[in-house]
């Protein structure tokens, strides 16, 4: 008999304590759970700094500068105002690194048809996906520390027409 009891006391210690270790899991797990939430920049923004790009079939942008200022959330939206397909006639905007050889990148985006012409590296500060005539898109990125950065569209023979600077204040 005394066994016995010994035996169900030792049973009820064991379900205690293995059942507080229970609850201390899950409180950590809540805790950490908290702490992975992250802050979203929101978007419309009165603080965002638009900028609006427009491109053509005749392989130009419409701006070779564009000036913003360090810190700021661009807001950028490319036009594609001609008529010929992304095939043909397929413009992007791709923000490039400082320090980064924009004739090699160039180069390098040639090989990447199948990406779009978005060569596999991490030189480009921002880019958009490739438009054909007519098409639209913007995208958002944090302006990067002062300085001047170059952008070009990446669309086989276009660089050399297609390219500006984004001069960060
Ligand atoms: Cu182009």
Redesign the pocket.
């Known amino acids: 008999m005394k066994n016995l009891i010994l035996f169900v006391f030792s049973i009820l210690l064991i379900i205690s304590c293995s059942g507080g270790e229970k609850k201390e899991k899950k409180e950590k797990f809540k805790y950490e759970r908290i702490k992975e939430v992250s802050e979203k920049i929101p978007i419309n923004n009165p603080n965002d700094f638009k900028v609006i790009l427009n491109?053509f079939d005749n392989?130009i942008y419409d701006k070779n500068k564009i000036e913003v200022n360090s810190g700021k959330n661009i807001v950028l939206t490319l036009n594609h105002k001609g008529k010929v397909s992304k095939e043909f006639?397929?413009?992007?905007f791709v923000l490039l690194k400082k320090g980064v050889n924009v004739d090699e990148y160039a180069k390098k985006a040639v090989l990447a048809k199948s990406n779009d012409y978005i060569p596999n590296s991490d030189e480009a500060i921002a880019y958009t996906k490739m438009l054909g005539g007519g098409e639209s898109t913007t995208i958002s990125f944090l302006a990067p520390e002062p300085g001047t950065y170059n952008y070009i569209?990446t669309?086989p023979g276009?660089y050399m027409m297609?390219r500006g600077e984004l001069i960060v204040n």
Do not use: D, K, R, V
């Open positions: 491109s392989m006639m397929g413009h992007n569209c669309f276009h297609m």
